[in-house]
């Protein structure tokens, strides 16, 4: 399989696993930019605005001579109910020396979003994460989260 039929591949996996939570929403990869990004946002039904959720998948890769190399992701759940949200993100900071830090982002209901530490997840583990928060119905709880601190 070439790179750009296994990038394309990824992206079919992906608009999959999205089609089954609800309204997918996505423009395609476009493997001309110098670093693709796959994106596909999900509206979960429910609710008396016909969405109670929503769900967002974005992976951004480099291009390498033998293929496409993951460099950055962001995984992420919003409550359009007021119950909070929660992130899972892979990217640098300013002060990380360019490299990636696995970090999430979490609001309870009310509360404000924060960055806290976490390790890193696989698309099929956050989206297992999301699904169990939404089917819930309960407000998101950081409270076990510890904070990310600039090292």
């Known amino acids: 399989m070439t ?5 394309q591949t990824r992206e079919a ?11 997918v929403f996505y423009d ?3 493997l001309t930019d110098a670093e693709p990004e796959i994106s596909v946002r999900v509206k ?11 769900f967002r ?9 033998t293929g496409f190399k993951l460099i950055e992701y962001a ?8 119950l909070g949200s929660l992130e899972y993100h892979w990217h640098p900071f300013a002060w990380s020396s360019r490299q990636s830090i696995f970090h999430s982002h979490c609001a309870g209901p009310g509360q404000p979003r924060g960055h806290f530490r976490a390790h890193g997840m696989t698309l099929e583990e956050a989206r297992d994460a999301f699904r169990l928060v939404y089917g819930a119905e309960r407000g998101v709880d ?6 990310l601190d600039a090292a």
Do not use: H, M
Request: proline share 8%; hydrophobic share 35%.
């Open 3 to 7: 790179a750009v039929a296994a990038l």
């Open 13 to 23: 996996y992906i608009l999959g696993l999205a089609a089954k939570d609800g309204q």
């Open 28 to 30: 395609p990869a476009d």
């Open 44 to 54: 979960a039904p429910g609710g008396l605005a016909g969405n109670t959720a929503s």
């Open 57 to 65: 998948y974005s992976e951004t890769y480099r291009p390498t001579r």
């Open 75 to 82: 995984y992420g759940f919003w409550s359009q109910t007021g």
């Open 142 to 147: 950081c409270s076990r989260l510890y904070p």
